[in-house]
């Protein structure tokens, strides 16, 4: 069978390589290597804000991987904005929201990275603790700067989550918010101070968000099981 493509959403901002510095559409390049690794093609999805952008795409994927990346509008989930929450991008917001719709609509695969948890939570009107540290006491998900944090965290056992990747694992983390509702969703992994750190749909449909990278680490669990949902999505 042909490989199937895995659509990324990307990040919009400033950016700096070879003799220029202007606004780019980026995404870490480990995204789309643990993407080929585990036998799909990778398609980056920088923001649009075209009529129907949105449906177009998801008809022409085979999965959706709703990348990391900042803060989600605390407006969306009908919040006044942390001390810490900032930097939120109401284009990309609108846009991974629209796709996310698009997905629902057609029983995509969907794989949510971070943010993407995050934002899944949100579409499906759920809402985030903004700021993790002020409930737990400690900055371990999200040490500052670009180091990652080393997490333990268990599965649920019989979860789909815990097929992919067993009932523990050390992941790497970088998020100062979690999920603090998702309706439709299960929590199927948490860190040992509680933290809910992956959650999965409560239907048949493959719909799977982790709050760490596995992209960092070219984790073949997760990204195997979204290309393999691809696959049967797509089977005649």
């Given at each position: 069978m042909d490989a199937p493509v895995v659509g990324l959403t990307t990040y919009r901002q400033q950016a700096a390589w070879g003799v220029w510095d202007t606004r780019a559409d980026l995404l870490p390049s480990e995204y789309a290597v643990a993407v080929e690794a585990a036998g799909g093609v990778p398609l980056l999805l920088p923001p649009v804000a075209l009529p129907s952008a949105a449906e177009r795409i998801v008809a022409r994927i085979d999965a959706l991987v709703i990348s990391g990346g900042a803060d989600v509008d605390p407006g969306r989930y009908g919040a006044a904005p942390h001390e810490r929450t900032a930097g939120w991008q109401p284009e990309r917001d609108a846009w991974e929201l629209a796709l996310l719709t698009a997905a629902d609509e057609v029983g995509l695969p969907v794989l949510g990275i971070c943010r993407g948890m995050q934002l899944m939570a949100v579409h499906a009107g759920g809402t985030l603790d903004q700021h993790t540290p002020d409930l737990v006491g400690h900055d371990d998900h999200s040490p500052g700067g670009d180091v990652y944090g080393d997490v333990e965290v268990e599965t649920e056992p019989g979860s789909l989550l815990a097929e992919l990747?067993?009932?523990?694992?050390?992941?790497?983390?970088?998020?100062?918010?979690?999920?603090?509702?998702?309706?439709?969703?299960?929590?199927?992994?948490?860190?040992?101070?509680?933290?809910?750190?992956?959650?999965?749909?409560?239907?048949?449909?493959?719909?799977?968000?982790?709050?760490?990278?596995?992209?960092?680490?070219?984790?073949?669990?997760?990204?195997?099981?979204?290309?393999?949902?691809?696959?049967?999505?797509?089977?005649?």
């Open positions: 990747v067993g009932p523990r694992v050390e992941v790497s983390c970088h998020h100062h918010q979690s999920v603090a509702s998702h309706p439709g969703f299960t929590a199927v992994a948490r860190a040992d101070d509680g933290t809910v750190e992956a959650m999965e749909s409560t239907s048949d449909r493959w719909r799977l968000a982790v709050q760490w990278h596995p992209e960092t680490r070219v984790e073949v669990g997760l990204m195997a099981g979204l290309v393999d949902a691809a696959r049967r999505h797509t089977a005649p």
